[in-house]
């Protein structure tokens, strides 16, 4: 057992948080996590946080009660803001652990355990695991070969420096997740776990990657189509354009921009390169899209809307 877990494992304890609004398909996730592998050393209890403005999701989880193995804690965050769910989330949490998994996804039996094991393993203050897209079959081939909408950590130098909620395990007693909360002024946006992971490493808080920790993930069809994708790409590089200029003002965000310029101009004629290659011109226009948004964000352009009002942080 690694000497940075602060309790031995027989007296776990491990919330699971789901954060919904307005899908049916809650109740999937919520039949997967019902078949988790949890041995009588751990104690599950499963928070389900209902960011829509009328409590629809508390008829779905009131039905599925009896069926659950785990007790479920309901709570209604209305203002349809993912920061406001996901931070309730967090302040309803009694455990020792936190997982998140997003409410259109499906675990295997092995999943929590997964994490846990990397958790233990490592002593890090949070684990990601990947989560992969399936694609329906009339989905264009390009998009299913590329795997566009799969989610896997991204390492900078060796470590992963950032990190997301549709699969994490977060050690709460950590000096770096203790207390930390989502913006709520990324909560219509997207990039809010960009954001609070981003901040957690630069505290100190190492992020690890549990590999077999695999959740799956359906694409609808308004999400299979380059629009979708190129807006969300643009989104994401705001965020992380705007973190990057977060301690620099005036000309000292000089040489950002012109890096950040460089990396779209080359990005941009890559994509003229590989014209003919649908998943690489793919690629490359993605990380146009990703570049554009940086320099956006650089110049504290407000991130793209995704839903519902923004509030104020």
């Not at 041995?39 to 928070?47: F, G, N, P, Q, Y």
């Not at 609070?196 to 190492?206: K, P, V, Y």
Request: glycine content about 6%; overall charge positive.
């Amino acid at each position: 057992m690694n000497s940075a877990l602060p309790i031995p494992p027989a007296s776990l304890k491990i919330d699971i948080a789901i954060c919904t609004y307005r899908r049916p398909m809650v109740a999937d996730t919520l039949l997967s996590l019902f078949r988790l592998e949890v041995t009588a050393d751990l104690s599950v209890r499963l928070i389900v946080a209902d960011n829509d403005a009328e409590p629809s999701a508390r008829g779905i989880i009131d039905a599925l009660r009896e069926r659950s193995p785990f007790p479920i804690h309901y709570v209604h965050c209305p203002k349809s803001n993912i920061s406001i769910a996901r931070n309730a989330c967090l302040s309803h949490s009694e455990a020792d652990y936190l997982a998140f998994i997003d409410d259109d996804e499906t675990a295997p039996s092995n999943w929590l355990a997964e994490l846990l094991k990397t958790a233990q393993e490592t002593g890090a203050d949070a684990v990601l695991g990947p989560v992969t897209a399936l694609y329906d079959n009339d989905t264009p081939l390009w998009m299913r070969k590329g795997d566009f909408h799969s989610t896997r950590p991204v390492w900078v130098n060796g470590e992963i420096v950032t990190g997301y909620t549709c699969n994490t395990l977060l050690r709460m007693a950590s000096h770096a997740v203790k207390g930390r909360r989502f913006a709520l002024s990324l909560g219509q946006s997207g990039g809010e776990d960009t954001h609070f992971f981003t901040h957690m490493h630069q505290a100190g808080g190492r992020i690890a990657y549990a590999e077999k920790a695999l959740l799956t993930e359906p694409v609808p069809g308004n999400r299979a189509s380059f629009t979708w994708l190129a807006k969300r790409r643009f989104r994401s590089g705001q965020t992380h354009g705007r973190l990057q200029a977060e301690h620099k003002t005036g000309l000292r965000r000089l040489p950002l921009v012109g890096v950040t310029a460089a990396k779209i101009a080359y990005s941009a004629a890559f994509t003229l390169l590989t014209a003919f290659d649908p998943v690489r011109r793919t690629r490359s226009a993605l990380r146009t899209a990703l570049h554009a948004g940086a320099l956006s964000g650089i110049f504290g352009v407000r991130e793209i809307r995704q839903y519902g009002t923004v509030e104020t942080v």
